[in-house]
């Protein structure tokens, strides 16, 4: 990983950061996963992208068991350095349910809708 890059990383106190993963043509959200210094290396150099799961305290690619390749094809970081978006060509589910993204399972939580002013 590039040294600039390592510098403007704000990583939680477990040594990770929040990673967005999106469809790269639709920009349909499909999950979120956790990366720490090596799996955020190891996906830039590698074309795959690769987490760090919380739960089993090991490294993980996407795809390695279930099939459902998440292939890279860019990779940024947000302004604060506290959060990466991977955007990905998708193949399969990106959901461990078995659902195309994570988002749909929890259902629209009913928020109330906001509109600018004047419109």
Do not use: N
Request: hydrophobic share 35%; glycine share 10%.
């Amino acid at each position: 990983m590039p040294t600039w890059l390592a510098a403007r990383l704000k990583r939680d106190r477990d040594g990770l950061v929040a990673a967005v993963v999106q469809q790269h043509d639709t920009r349909e959200v499909l999950m979120v996963g956790w990366m720490d210094d090596e799996a955020l290396r190891r996906t830039l150099s590698q074309g795959r992208v690769t987490f760090w799961s919380r739960s089993r305290k090991e490294y993980w690619r996407k795809g390695d068991t279930s099939g459902h390749h998440q292939y890279v094809k860019a990779v940024s970081i947000d302004c604060d350095g506290d959060a990466l978006l991977i955007e990905v060509d998708q193949v399969g589910a990106a959901c461990h349910t078995g659902a195309r993204t994570c988002f749909l399972a929890g259902g629209d939580l009913g928020a109330v809708q906001g509109s600018r002013p004047g419109t």
